[in-house]
């Protein structure tokens, strides 16, 4: 059986792994100071950052029609299933919208809730493209068991943009108006919650290695960060001071697709990790 794989922008997937594994990955749709842009094309990470504090940014979900185009091409070209993993249905609406235009394609299309975003969806995709040759089952199987697996954290700099964005609970908003707090978050089945608040950057990074630590030996490891490349290096840094023997050979560090990084905001840092 041969399996195609469809995810969206927001997996933060490298450009290597989507050519290597051969993944349809659908752009999102983002709004910057009144020009709008497929996500990841006509502008860069870096010129994003620098722009967003001061120009105005919002995001949209692709179209049914880029969902049904992506399905009728991979099983024209051959494809006996689809798997269609996508971010998380409580954040965003692109899942509803994928299981909108699978409807059209009768059983050969399962479209699948990551409950998560970044490299937590990412690497969800990863693992069930790696498994796709074992069938279908393999596939599905792989997805369900890095999803047990998978944590997401992030250390904002600010609350303003994922209160502005409303994908937040009220609690969490109230925490990151407080004066001088900078609140940790974690992504989980879908939801943002308030895990800790701090006051300083060095304070953000050694709570963010303390959660990294306690997860013990990792499988899948990504830092990531909204344009500020320095801090997340740093991250990594005390990270391989600290648990090299604990992490993968290979670490990924990513500087989030500006379609989440509308809702985060700048100088922010994170993690996604699959322990073993």
Known sequence: MKIGIVTDSTCDLPHYFIEQHDLEVIPSIL???????????GL????????????????AAP????????????????????LSIHAAGKL???????RQAAKDFGDRITTIDSASLSLGLGFQVLAAAEAAELGLQAALDAIESTRKRLHVFAALDTMNNLRRSG?????????????NIKPMIELTNGEVKAV???????QANERMLNFLLQLGPLERLAVLH??????????????????????????LMVNVTPVIGTHVGPNGLGFASVRK
Request: net charge positive; glycine share 8%; hydrophobic share 40%.
């Open 31 to 41: 709004v910057l100071d009144g020009k709008e842009y497929a996500d990841g094309i």
């Open 44 to 59: 860069s990470r870096d010129d994003f950052y620098k722009r967003l504090p001061s120009a105005p940014a919002t995001t």
């Open 63 to 82: 179209s049914m029609g880029e969902f049904s185009t992506r399905y009728d091409s991979l099983l024209r070209r051959g494809c006996d299933h689809i």
């Open 92 to 98: 965003t609406s692109i899942l509803n919208i994928a």
């Open 167 to 179: 994908r937040v609970p009220a609690a969490v908003a109230i925490l990151g108006g407080m004066l």
């Open 196 to 202: 800790a608040a701090v006051r300083t950057t060095k």
């Open 226 to 251: 909204t344009g500020t490349e320095a801090r997340a290096r740093e991250f990594l840094n005390a990270v391989m001071q600290k648990a090299s023997q604990s992490v993968p050979r290979d670490i």
